[in-house]
């Protein structure tokens, strides 16, 4: 059995295709550096950390970008004529004032590890564009055109343009396609595909929240007109209709559908295997009862698809309800590798599982100066926009127990680091160490991070560098601790609720995950480093 989701944690807008016997899904990753993770499988149960497409600084900027901004809704295709994977990304700015400043770009490689080439601008008409290879060599690309002008339905409606790989430019102006299959309103992540001779149009309607869903339309031309599935939504976690096209809020929590476990479901793409069976990616949330918040943020899940006799895409089970356990596809079982539960950094570079916010990890993450451990240079402040060292991995479950050999000695009070639980730069829970003046010696102390309010609880003195620090997750609240042996652990702070790292907790960021890391800041000469011994990642149930 296939259980979802299959990429657990802070994996949205999942986009796959294949080449040969290989599947690959690239999810979204905002101002998470390096941007684009690419998930790889053979039988579509077992999916292994394959690459991240964005590895430098010159593919892309995110310094200075507010939380959930960065790159949005990548789309991975491979043209096999060309033997080439292609990849559109958006790099979102600004959405103030409603005006949604995005430039996309594309980017092409032989294979998914690189390299790449350079990125060719195309256009910033709207976000979430998507390309399409025809059968007869043109290539046009999809996005939502972004609306801003009054008596007009927000937020806009899909376009195409054609794109033209001699010039690598557009040709002309983007024309509006389609407006929707439903009344959800909010149209987005469309990608466009060719089935028996038509143009198939998928979309996500409804917000990507309770009330998301993935429609379909179809047309004999490129250009449209396009005709919406009598069926719409193909899939959705909450079937009734309503007229939202006026409603801008995306979470719309009054659609929570306690009837089924995976709520959000929406921004699909789909793939059609060798042997004829049809499968649909799409993510969803599984939200803490009864807060309605999802820690986890976005997740990818997966379901087995068929088409009709009339050319239409369904689920192959009848219902248009995301399932939670499904039958394996017809294809040989290759199971992979999962991430490491410990990290003893023993390795010569960096896994490709760790992220920084806005800026690559290995800009101040080393393993080379000393062996077996990795060394943290001390940057700015947390809540900052620029650059802060945060060495952070996704976290997948919410009953965990994180621990890390933490060796740091810190000089002054503006010398501090630890171990970290990341929502964004307003919200985050952090076990510090740093120098305590009144001590006049070293001390930890929980700090709290909540929507841009900062409490600080237990300071403790301790003796010595090295400390062992915890963090522990047991599905509805968390807490620190810590230990000089690594055996004996002593908590210290409160519980705090475990919903509150959350998009629909959270005022400042929204749209990502909740992350676990550790860190360290230098706020004077952005020099002093602390050293990790380990990093263990522990899922307990």
Not at 29 to 55: C, M, Q
Not at 95 to 101: C, G, K, L, P, S
Not at 155 to 174: F, M, N, R
Request: proline residues 7%.
């Amino acid at each position: 059995m296939i259980h979802n989701p299959i990429l657990p944690g802070f994996h949205p807008d999942p986009c796959i295709c294949r080449k040969g016997p290989d599947y690959y899904i690239a999810v979204s990753s905002f101002e998470w550096f390096p941007g684009i993770p690419v998930y790889r499988s053979r039988d579509l149960k077992h999916w292994a950390l394959y690459a991240n497409v964005l590895t430098e600084e010159t593919q892309m900027d995110l310094k200075k970008l507010p939380s959930a901004k960065g790159i949005w809704a990548p789309c991975l295709t491979y043209c096999e004529a060309e033997d080439l994977f292609y990849v559109i990304y958006g790099v979102m700015y600004s959405h103030n004032a409603r005006y949604f400043e995005v430039d996309n770009y594309l980017i092409t490689a032989k294979d998914l590890r690189g390299p790449w080439s350079a990125p060719v601008y195309l256009h910033s008409a709207g976000f979430d564009a998507s390309l399409f290879h025809d059968t007869d060599g043109r290539k046009y690309l999809v996005a939502l055109d972004w609306e801003t002008r009054d008596g007009y339905e927000k937020p806009g409606v899909i376009c195409i343009a054609e794109y033209d790989p001699k010039t690598k430019s557009i040709l002309g102006y983007p024309k509006r396609i389609w407006r929707g299959g439903t009344d959800r309103g909010c149209i987005e992540a469309p990608h466009l595909t060719k089935h028996g001779g038509r143009y198939y149009l998928m979309c996500a309607e409804g917000g990507t929240g309770y009330y998301h869903a993935v429609t379909m339309a179809r047309s004999d031309s490129v250009w449209g007109p396009y005709e919406g599935d009598p069926a719409n939504p193909i899939l959705t976690s909450q079937p009734i209709e309503a007229d939202e096209r006026e409603n801008v809020d995306f979470l719309r929590p009054n659609y929570f559908n306690p009837n089924v476990a995976l709520q959000k479901a929406g921004h699909g793409s789909y793939v059609d295997l060798p042997n004829g069976e049809t499968w649909l990616v799409y993510h969803c949330g599984r939200p803490l009862l009864p807060e309605l918040r999802c820690t986890l943020g976005r997740e990818t899940a997966i379901q087995r698809m068929r088409w009709t006799e009339d050319g239409w895409l369904r689920t192959a089970s009848g219902s248009n309800l995301p399932e939670t356990d499904l039958a394996e596809p017809d294809l040989p079982e290759v199971p992979l590798p999962a991430l490491p539960v410990r990290d003893d950094f023993d390795a010569d570079t960096l896994g490709i599982w760790y992220y920084a916010p806005r800026i690559p990890p290995n800009s101040f993450a080393d393993v080379q100066s000393r062996p077996g451990w990795v060394r943290l240079r001390g940057q700015e402040s947390h809540p900052s926009l620029n650059r802060v060292s945060l060495l952070a991995r996704k976290l997948t479950g919410i009953r965990v127990q994180i621990t890390a050999k933490m060796d740091f000695h810190p000089e002054v009070p503006k010398h501090d680091a630890g171990l970290i639980l990341y929502y964004d730069n307003m919200n985050f829970l952090y076990l510090r160490k740093y120098f305590s003046e009144s001590l006049g010696q070293s001390a930890l102390m929980v700090q709290r991070m909540e929507n841009g309010v900062r409490t600080q609880y237990d300071r403790t003195p301790v003796e010595g560098d090295v400390q062992y620090l915890r963090l522990t997750l047991d599905g509805k609240a968390c807490w620190m601790a810590w230990s000089t042996d690594g055996v004996d652990y002593t908590a210290i702070g409160p519980r705090f609720p475990l919903s509150q790292f959350s998009d629909e907790y959270c005022k400042y960021g929204e749209f990502t995950g909740t992350m676990a890391g550790i860190t360290c800041t230098d706020r004077i000469f952005r020099r002093h480093t602390a050293d990790f011994d380990f990093f263990e990642y522990v899922e307990t149930d």
